[in-house]
């Protein structure tokens, strides 16, 4: 059985910006993987829905499939 990827939490990804932080403003789709790497090592993702969104984008970029992020934001244009 293949996983599917819920396409509601893709389009949340590339929609909702940061609001706060060295990185505020920015899509949450990118934030550099460095950034939420140290979020993990440290347990300093945010509560809620944002620390959600910001784990899924880890986990996408870490395993190299960044480029459906860049997809589904050309999507947007």
Known sequence: MEL????RVLLEIVSTRM???KYKDWLVSDIPV???VWCKQKAAFPNGRLGELMQNVLEIK???LGHILMEIK???R
């Open 34 to 36: 460095h950034y939420l």
């Open 4 to 7: 599917q990827p819920d396409k």
């Open 19 to 21: 609001p706060y932080g």
């Open 62 to 64: 870490t395993n190299d």
């Open 74 to 76: 050309s999507w947007k």
